[in-house]
């Protein structure tokens, strides 16, 4: 049976899965692999600082060349310099002028530095990049990449690697109101619904990575998480009916509820 | 691609979906029927007073019959007695001994009389049927209910008709350690992430109604609910990746957190 | 200052605070007792099994009465016939109708056990005892508790001693409005804003004893525990503002809001 | 009784109470009064557009001066140039070098630009301000306005005149952990138990403004907001018993939650 929902476009390339996919901390490489085919994932997300560290460049990026649309990422940078600097080799090495920005602010939570992330974004559009910058979920911040050029914006739903979902939904609400281009969250989905809830706020898309990579079966979760976020879809464009606090309720939930 | 999670079994029958619906409250007879088919529900609940008191009886099960698995359901029953009597007229109308079982305690918000519910419940076990009770999210309730011989315990997430989620999922996790028989949540699912919700908590189905048919298109949001009830199993069968406040934390999360 | 409060009357006696504490697990008996008088307590409930079995019985009530209406407990009671007897029991030896009733259904989780409940509450209400049970945070069994004549209904936060809070304030609510008795929310408050917010729903009171006796310091949060039940009073009868998503929307919060 | 809680030092000065507020849209002066004086607060901030605007600037000033500790505010701001002149002209005409810094970046939300908010935080405390910054739950921004030399941060729970609470716990209690100045929560408190979740999350004070100039009775909810703040910091100052599933659960709650 066909799923009619509507594919999502970036900077004029479209695609049909809503599911971006990192590569990072999984078992090994063929469980990734594997994770990857499950996801139903078009775009995958590399460090250029990883492959560069270890050597592996060309294997990680022989074995996804062809496959998906690799958008290198500039995680492990700090400023904006650095970051610009990784985008300019990503694009060289690698032929893609498309750049996942992120310029971290704080080494514990890996929570980005506006102030660097807005510079850096700034130049890398200058640049002609397409630029997807990882913000926080602060509608100014996601208002003023959008304002620079940005091709989408990226704001976390919980800091990297925690596995919290969507700390604060409300925001995440505001981000999809005030913008025009793709919402994406990236970063804190931990489990299937966490992504749903995110599709069904209206966002455009979700990254995501340790939620597959760290799941003691990265496969089945990576095949969830492609399912979560179809269904997320499908259910916000079905129209969810309303909330009550009980059915026959005179009035719709929200008016009586204090908490 | 194969999907391998593990079917569910009730009363020895195996059933590949774990979404069951319901048949009320559609905008048409045609939009149930495309709805029921693109959620790949197996089991569809009827309510016998309903089909009694509209005449259509005759037509609904001609429709059903063959392409589903026919649940009926004592829906408008107030007492025991007038369950055990609903549910012995549809044994006899539709040749099945399986009843979802309902005893309403309060018109109003339609939550379960539970004194009345186990009383009934033990009459049709004694008598035969295979019975799947609606009842409180109440583990002792539960726990009896299982201890009589029901099939199934089918704790509410929320009020019927609220589509307000699973409001206690510390109830429903409690359930599901204490319980042996198959825990399906019935009432409360909005939409698609609440169904994947309670299929992470580890329950074995959902069953549902008002959030397809009551949604803007029943039929886009009944394909949601399938992908979102199988993402949510995978889910729960790949193992999520624990939470932590930020992803360095050296402890988990929950050792630290105080909300 | 003075803080006009409606008082707290329950079956014709009027209380100034809305706390009522246990006596249970403290570190020592004067740590219990200065916790007593920090937190304002009128009504102090002693369980009669322990007080029985430990041998302490003229220890405790010598030290209570005159300083505190005591409320004995069923805490340990299976059976409505325990229970029965262990109300009868209290009235003989301390003198008071007034019982606070608890059926336990499952020792693990210390849920109730309804059907035992609703059969004790109506054998003490016959027999002329202030009736104030323990139960469900589930309206139709408050409503038959009212029915009966209990002086009050006194649903669950969350299991006793898990420190859990409002698990579901949705149900809270219900109970609230479709009962004219007292609302005590007994067990389940962790902390301080947890009382806040079970007074902020309109509860009339609030029951409370692991989270006092087992803080680091019961003392002071036995403190702590006073002025939040006098703050969330307060707070429901000053009418809290109405919620947006943000302050210039301009429909309000929850029309828009989607989770 | 006395309440030993630890005061409150900002800048070398010391304050009993832990609640700021606001003077804004209470229904009419006398309320005002009467409103501050309930909740004990002893700093009241003051928009300087506003007094300008109004022509009521002194008006005001001679009510509030001497009773309360003034600390005016640059509400209306929306660059960092126009929030150090307003800074400025408060210093003249007020004789405090006190200053809540506050640069919107979204008349809509009245969200904060985080980067016109770090270069008027730098520009005023080089100029020997002493800086309250109202900024984003953003840790990496409150670590770099704590770096600059601002006294205290305030991060907002949620938007200003929303009334929605506390609305990411998790990023305040990481900016507690990161920050040694005092942590205020402004913004987003709408009744009593929101002010004490602040307070119970280890945070300094909490500023607050709607909450109480537009509840139904500013003068009561004053009074609550002063009880709930002082039970929450009690709380804190007690430590709080765990949480639990349920009190037997051999292990504690978080390890076995899955939600």
Redesign the interface.
């Known amino acids: ?1 066909q ?1 009619p929902t509507v594919p999502l476009t970036i900077a004029g390339k479209t695609f049909r899965s809503r599911l971006f996919l990192g590569t990072a901390r999984y078992p090994n490489q063929q469980v990734m692999l594997d994770a990857l085919e ?1 996801s139903g994932a078009e775009v995958v997300t590399v460090a250029m600082r990883r492959v560069s560290l270890d050597g592996q460049a060309e294997n990680l990026f022989d074995l996804l060349r062809g496959r998906y649309h690799i958008l290198p990422n500039t995680a492990g940078c700090y400023t904006a310099r650095d970051a610009v600097l990784t985008a300019q080799l990503a694009r060289e090495a690698l032929g893609t002028n498309w750049i996942k920005l992120e310029v971290i ?11 660097q992330l ?1 510079q850096a974004a700034q130049e890398l559009v200058d640049d002609g990049f397409v630029v997807l910058p990882y913000c ?1 979920d ?4 996601c ?2 990449l959008e304002a620079i050029g940005c091709a989408a914006v990226m704001p976390l739903g ?7 979902g969507i ?5 995440i ?2 981000i999809r109101e ?1 913008c025009q281009v793709p919402v994406i969250v990236d970063a804190g989905v ?4 966490d992504a ?2 995110a599709m ?3 966002c455009d898309g979700v990254l995501l990575n ?2 597959v990579a ?5 496969v ?2 990576a ?6 976020i ?3 879809r ?2 916000y ?12 309720a005179s009035s ?8």
């Open positions: 049976m799923t499950a602010g704080d080494d514990e939570t890996l929570f980005p530095d506006v102030e807005l926080n602060d509608p100014v911040t208002k003023k919980a800091p990297i690697g925690s596995g919290m700390r604060n939904p409300y925001n609400q505001i005030q931990g489990t299937a619904s749903a809830i069904e706020l209206g340790s939620a760290q799941a003691r079966d990265p089945k979760m095949r969830a998480m492609r399912l979560a179809e269904a997320g499908l259910a464009e079905a129209g969810r009916m309303p909330r009550r606090l009980y059915a026959s719709p939930l929200e008016g009586r509820i204090q908490l």
